[in-house]
Structure formats: C-alpha cells, structure tokens
C-alpha cells in the first residue's frame, strides 16, 4: 500500500519548510484544513498537524485508536508545557516546537524511505520496581522509563499502569493520595484528580487527562508495557 503522508498545516512558514523536506525526501503532502477532515477512507502513514488548532488533542487518541502504526507529529507555536504534556500523553509520537519540526521529520521520513527504522516505536514489556503495599493502592513504579515515569495502582486484582507525572506541573501523582473505592488519584501539589482506570481527568487545575499503560503480572513481579 502506498504511503499517505497528510499535512494539517496552515501556518506558511512551516508549509514552506515542510514543502522543502517533501522535494528533498521525495514524498507527496496530501492536504487538508482541519483536522476533523480526514477521511475513514485513508490509512495514513503519518499526520502532521500544529497543536493550536481546535480540537487536535482529542483528535490524536481518535487517530491512535484507529490507526496505531501511524506516525502522529505536532507542531508547536506558543509554549505551553500542559498542552505539550497533554499531547504527548494522548499518544502523540512526536511534539516539537515549529522551528525544529521540519529537519526532525525530514531524518525521520529518510530512515523509513530507507528501511532503516520503522515510524512507530515496537511495544516493550518493562520490569517495574515493586513498592511494598499489602493492601491495594501503590503497587509500583518506573520512575526512570525513558519516555514517561509510570506508576502502577491495584484494586484487588485488578492493576492500572498511569504516566507518574501530573499534566498541570509534572508533580509525581505516585506521591498523592488513592481512593480505592473510587480509583481516583489526588494529585499531592494542587490537587487535581485522574481516574486510573481510565485517566480521565476528573478535576482541575489540570486541563487534561493523563496517559495509561497496561499491565502484566507474573508471580511478585510488575511489568507494563510501553
Ligand atoms: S502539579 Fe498536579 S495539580 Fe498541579
């Protein structure tokens, strides 16, 4: 199947840049306005898209969901470290600031032209570091995965792997206080609240929900995969 690279992009100068990384790599942009334009009918290989425009976090779980091999890359214009967070935690596989998206995308679309690599990282089993809890609530952490520190929640046998940081300000959600009844997480600094089951956001001031990882248990020790 041929590859479809669509662009999302209405900012001229990084069209033009991306225009360049098209005549050097060789590759098409299929163009569209908004990012609730794409159509079910494609299978995309990678979409490149500015954070800024309506909707586009909501879109990226959309687009992981549907198509989990395509390679979802977002450009940034104002910083916002809670936006960055939120996309990255909604699945986003590549945030970068404007100005450097075009050359990280250009050494990218080369090594998959090439064979080199593929776009979308192959899932990995992690160990986890078993936190000693007899009753339910913290069960472990990964503070150190290079992609996300994670945290891992049980209710009864049931097991929840969350991103260990908060999307309001990066504070270790692990530290906070679990409601094992509910399976909601407080977070230690100003108090906003995910549900680990599904990481929903349940209350501010955080804006956005937080990423979850599947779990695996074999005897006494804790995996997750990435
Ligand atoms: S860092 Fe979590 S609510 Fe502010």
Redesign the pocket.
């Known amino acids: 199947m041929a590859n479809s690279f669509i662009r999302i992009v209405q900012n001229p100068i990084l069209r033009s840049h991306l225009d360049r990384v098209a005549s050097k790599t060789g590759i098409e942009f299929n163009d569209l306005e908004l990012v609730s334009a794409l159509s079910d009918e494609i299978i995309p290989t990678m979409i490149i898209f500015e954070i800024e425009m309506e909707n586009s976090i909501e879109f990226i779980s959309k687009w992981k969901e549907k198509w989990p091999k395509c390679f979802l890359a977002a450009a940034v214009t104002q910083p916002d470290r809670e936006l960055w967070m939120a996309a990255d935690a909604a699945g986003c596989d590549l945030v970068s600031n404007r100005g450097a998206l075009p050359n990280l995308l250009r050494k990218k679309i080369v090594s998959f032209l090439d064979g080199i690599e593929s776009l979308t990282p192959e899932t990995v089993c992690l160990l986890t570091k078993s936190v000693v809890n007899e009753g339910d609530g913290l069960v472990a952490r990964l503070p150190d995965n290079p992609e996300d520190p994670i945290c891992v929640f049980r209710i009864e046998d049931e097991y929840y792997g969350i991103r260990d940081a908060?999307p309001?300000?990066?504070?270790a959600l692990a530290d906070g206080e679990f409601d094992v009844t509910t399976g909601i997480v407080t977070?230690p600094?100003?108090?906003?609240r995910f549900n680990v089951h599904s990481g929903e956001r349940i209350q501010g001031?955080?804006d956005y929900s937080i990423k979850t990882y599947p779990v695996k248990v074999d005897g006494d020790d804790i995996y997750v995969y990435v």
Do not use: L, T, V
């Not at 309001?168 to 504070?171: K, V």
């Not at 600094?189 to 906003?192: A, I, L, T």
């Open positions: 908060c309001h300000a990066g504070f977070c600094e100003h108090g906003s001031p955080a």
